[in-house]
């Protein structure tokens, strides 16, 4: 039997409602593809100030270190991140820190609306198309999160400027380029590579770097669109779009209106990839959304961007695309049978019905297999 190492964090809010529900349908692949998952779990956010002092505690790192991949849940609480330093806060400390440590290059979005969540897409049906698949791939090591200087200082009395640098190398938009263009290649072979190519020299070299990049790659076809048409673009026919290529603060924000196509960012997942060893890529797997504390503990969230992200952990880091595929089938059966937890239920579907966290997340593990 394989065994995979996982380190579980999930977090503060409804992150551990939702990883509860992630673990829970791991154990049905486990037994219906007979594999192993030596999961620990571990926390971080303000679960980690509060266990340990900080959000990214050492014993959690050191697990994060001595794992095959990290399953994550969200980071943070308004009501006592302002309480913190900045750099202290979870995002920084614990989320930023992470990626930063492990490499974490390139965040791959994968954007779906399943035709019977029609309704929950803020479109008219006639931009859904036949269906919207968008899958946004995103920088997340570069740009203007990381670059130096990133500061805020008093210029004369009563003025105070803030200054953040935005840097990117050429190696580091090749690589970024280069997992576009393989996922395009697995998919409809498009890539619309986003950049502010007329007003940014970052852009400038973007463009031509991925140019170049995708001359190696004759069977998927490349266009470049700026960022303001791409945000437009999304909105007016999505259906366009196969692979979306982006730097670190675009994809951040073009992921996340993408994300609304699908209804609800409580369906979205994502995994953010480092570099492959040998035939293993280290990765990191989070649901696109937060930590909904107005929710929390309330058998309220949907569990279903967890349970997706799970997904991509065994199809990324692990190679088991049976599993996965096995686990996103299941999502499409839970979806149409009608069970909806509240932020993708509408009164106007007649075989719709409410279900919380553990029913959903139960439904979907009894559907493996």
């Known amino acids: 039997m394989k065994t995979y190492r996982i380190a579980a964090l999930a977090g503060d809010g409804i992150g551990p409602e939702v990883m509860r529900e992630a673990i829970l349908v791991l154990r049905a692949v486990e037994k219906t593809f007979g594999l192993g998952f030596a999961i620990t779990e571990a926390p971080v956010g303000w679960a980690g100030i509060d266990a340990a002092g900080k959000a990214l505690p050492d014993d959690t790192l050191s697990l994060c270190k001595n794992s095959d991949a990290i399953l994550f849940g969200s980071v943070g609480l308004p009501d006592r991140d302002p309480t913190l330093p900045k750099e202290e806060r979870p995002e920084r400390a614990a989320l930023l820190r992470i990626r930063k440590e492990f490499g974490l290059f390139a965040n791959l979005r994968p954007v779906q609306l399943p035709k019977a969540l029609a309704h929950a897409c803020p479109l008219r049906p006639e931009r859904q198309g036949d269906g919207i698949n968008v899958l946004v791939v995103r920088e997340l090591t570069g740009g203007m999160y990381f670059g130096q200087p990133k500061k805020t200082e008093t210029v004369s009395e009563g003025v105070r400027r803030a200054i953040d640098t935005m840097v990117y190398t050429t190696p580091e938009i090749e690589r970024i380029a280069h997992v576009a263009f393989k996922a395009a290649r697995l998919r409809r072979k498009k890539v619309t590579s986003i950049d502010k190519a007329n007003v940014l020299e970052n852009g400038i070299l973007w463009r031509e770097v991925v140019a170049r990049v995708g001359k190696g790659y004759p069977d998927v076809s490349l266009e470049h669109m700026f960022v303001d048409n791409g945000a437009m673009q999304l909105v007016l026919k999505p259906t366009q779009f196969d692979v979306m290529l982006c730097e670190n603060m675009f994809g951040d924000i073009l992921s996340d209106e993408a994300a609304a196509l699908a209804g609800s960012l409580g369906m979205l997942p994502s995994a953010s990839l480092g570099a492959t060893s040998g035939e ?51 999502v499409g059966v839970a979806i149409r049978s009608g069970l909806r937890t509240g932020d993708i239920y509408s009164s106007s579907e007649p075989q719709a019905r409410r279900a919380g966290t553990r029913e959903m997340g139960a439904a979907i593990a009894a559907a493996i297999g």
């Open 280 to 330: 293993r890529t280290f990765g990191f797997y989070e649901p696109a959304g937060g930590t909904a504390p107005d929710i929390a503990g309330k058998n309220l969230a949907n569990p279903i961007a967890q349970i997706l992200s799970s997904a991509l952990m065994l199809r990324y880091s692990f190679g088991e695309t049976d599993a996965a595929a096995a686990i996103e089938k299941a």
